[in-house]
């Protein structure tokens, strides 16, 4: 009744228990791709974070990188951290945008500024790569370290050293 009533904050919890398994609801991507749309539309930044992810990913409607991008850019340029994050994935592996490193690390640092967890362990796993710069071990933990103090569970085994229990992308 709140997504009716225009309150994207509503719309947009409604798109990730739409979205997610482990709810109790059951699975309905269609859903949870035009309760995104809707969220975005009424102007709640997480929603175009929902949205961005689902057109990624091709959840609920045809994948579109582009229309990903520019979701994932008009939450960040908005304030919404995870879409700065998301934003830095694209062009962490070239989705939907050149590859470009610089930017990532970036994105990634704006996010990890603003408390978001795994915008720090995208920068940790920069720095600990090869990629674009030397590697960094020492910096690499560093961010893990912060990424695991603001609460993203898979950095913590990372900043102690440890070889991460999954290879599943950030999300």
Request: charge should be positive; include cysteine; charged fraction near 25%.
């Amino acid at each position: 009744r709140r997504c009716e009533a225009r309150e994207g904050a509503a719309c947009t919890s409604l798109s990730w228990l739409a979205f997610r398994a482990d709810t109790g609801l059951k699975h309905d991507h269609r859903r949870a791709w035009r309760m995104a749309v809707r969220a975005c539309q009424l102007g709640h930044l997480m929603g175009c974070v929902n949205q961005s992810h689902f057109a990624s990913e091709g959840i609920g409607a045809r994948a579109d990188a582009a229309l990903a991008v520019r979701l994932a850019r008009k939450a960040c340029d908005g304030g919404e951290p995870l879409g700065c994050n998301n934003l830095g994935d694209m062009y962490e592996h070239g989705r939907g945008v050149p590859l470009d490193l610089a930017q990532a690390r970036r994105l990634y640092q704006q996010a990890c500024d603003r408390g978001v967890g795994v915008g720090c362990k995208g920068l940790g796993d920069l720095a600990a790569a090869d990629k674009g710069q030397p590697a960094d071990p020492t910096a690499a933990r560093a961010h893990y370290r912060r990424g695991c103090a603001l609460g993203y569970a898979k950095a913590c085994p990372l900043a102690e050293g440890k070889a991460p229990a999954d290879a599943a992308p950030r999300r």
